[in-house]
């Protein structure tokens, strides 16, 4: 099983100086890391810390190996017999699964936790690469059938994880927030609570993509080139929502910037507002803000401490 490590960058180009989050420390400058390669394991002086590994699971479906990566909590070692809840991380469009690395997102979690403000979960993040967590129009990418059927169990084998739908939640950004909901939605037995930081909500793709002739841009390998506006319909939160079966008790948070450069705002308050009418509880925020890292530093914790309610906490 290949293992592929990355030294976190000392300089957190993603949250720029002067928000919120940096104020707090959510980012120690010129923390050092040393990984051992060696069982895809930290030094025993890491022990004391959160730690993350990154490998791989073998996917049948995709055939090929699928990278993600893990923060462990603190006392996942010193515990032995202890399980945890598990948070799935689902990373945007031109991300990948050490986001959670690069982005500052660990610092974030040890610093939470650290504080008393969240408790003790695994965070998971896999290389989602630009599928949108779905299986692809022409069938030749069964992403969704992959994270169903064979991340989640490798996962949740592999790991000290509590298997019950209380302690598995899942959220994301962008691209992510989008695959987040969708999961969410379609598979409410799986998942008790969901998160998303400005989807990638539109419940009609524009013309322009669905057209004869449009290429469908950066959704076009997913939704077909011309968009197909009926694929499209049927794998959207909005869809699944109206369709929603066995949604008692799964939590629901999500927000967006008022500014958002992809127009995600008005899909999210015309999300917000299909939940209310089907009286599908959820918390959601418009804020200020566009589609970017600063607006993501923002609020990320607001997700964290969202989940770790819902598990518990």
């Not at 003790?120 to 969704?144: C, K, M, Q, W």
């Not at 910037?257 to 899909?267: I, L, Q, S």
Request: proline share 4%; charged share 25%; hydrophobic share 35%.
């Amino acid at each position: 099983m290949s293992e592929r490590f990355r030294r976190p960058r000392n300089t957190p180009e993603k949250f720029p100086g002067g928000v919120r989050a940096i104020r707090r420390g959510m980012l120690r400058m010129g923390r050092l890391v040393v990984l051992a390669v060696t069982a895809g394991l930290f030094s025993t002086a890491a022990q004391a810390q959160t730690r993350v590994e990154c490998k791989t699971v073998d996917s049948q479906i995709l055939r090929r190996a699928v990278r993600y990566c893990v923060i462990l909590p603190r006392s996942y070692d010193e515990q032995a017999q202890r399980r945890y809840p598990v948070l799935y991380h689902l990373h945007g469009l031109t991300e990948d699964e050490q986001t959670v690395i690069n982005s500052g997102l660990w610092d974030l979690v040890e610093q939470l936790q650290r504080e008393g403000r969240i408790g003790e979960f695994l965070v998971v993040a896999p290389d989602g690469g630009r599928s949108f967590y779905i299986n692809s129009r022409d069938g030749r990418t069964r992403y969704e059938d992959f994270f169903i059927r064979e991340f989640l169990p490798a996962i949740e084998q592999r790991y000290r994880i509590r298997r019950e739908r209380n302690a598995r939640g899942i959220g994301g950004i962008s691209m992510g927030g989008y695959g987040a909901l969708r999961f969410a939605l379609k598979y409410p037995r799986l998942f008790g609570s969901v998160s998303a930081h400005s989807a990638a909500l539109i419940e009609r793709p524009p013309e322009i993509l669905t057209a004869a002739g449009g290429g469908g841009g950066a959704l076009g390998g997913v939704f077909g080139a011309p968009m197909d506006a009926a694929f499209w319909a049927r794998n959207s939160p909005f869809t699944l929502a109206r369709n929603a079966k066995g949604f008692s008790g799964l939590k629901i948070y999500f927000d967006c910037g008022r500014e958002d450069h992809y127009g995600f705002d008005a899909g999210a308050q015309q999300f917000h507002e299909l939940l209310s009418q089907l009286g599908i509880a959820h918390e959601f925020h418009l804020y200020p803000g566009g589609h970017d890292w600063r607006y993501f530093a923002e609020h990320v914790d607001e997700s964290l401490e969202f989940h770790s309610r819902a598990f518990g906490r």
